[in-house]
């Protein structure tokens, strides 16, 4: 069983790997942490007005966001692993609006047994 502590370590912990599985709950526990961190940055940017305060926020959210784009690929990938597709379906997000919508609908797909990509994650 995948929990949301165990998820946000594996996402860090496997930084840059491109290789192997990644079940739906880890990938959706990660994007919950996102939505929450970003989230939160958000609120401060809004509450700050402007100046100084909404700067830093503007920065911390920045920082934030480049840090987890190598892991959220790597994390992508490896949920196309899982539903037994290559990692080139990435690119399938540079589609205009219908790109994003299969993206979506093939991180909500549930996991293949073993294929090609390994054993499925537990």
Not at 50 to 60: I, P, T
């Amino acid at each position: 069983m995948v929990t949301f502590t165990s998820a946000i370590k594996d996402f860090y912990s496997k930084y840059v790997d491109f290789s192997g599985r990644a079940n739906r709950a880890q990938y959706w526990w990660v994007a919950l942490y996102i939505l929450i961190v970003e989230g939160v940055c958000s609120a401060f940017m809004g509450s700050a007005g402007e100046g100084f305060w909404y700067n830093l926020w503007y920065g911390v959210l920045g920082l934030f966001g480049l840090i987890n784009i190598l892991p959220g690929l790597g994390l992508s990938v490896r949920r196309l692993h899982d539903t037994g597709r290559g990692g080139g379906w990435i690119f399938i997000n540079l589609v205009p609006l219908i790109g994003s919508i299969w993206f979506l609908v093939l991180m909500l797909l549930p996991s293949q047994g073993s294929n090609r990509f390994g054993q499925p994650v537990d």
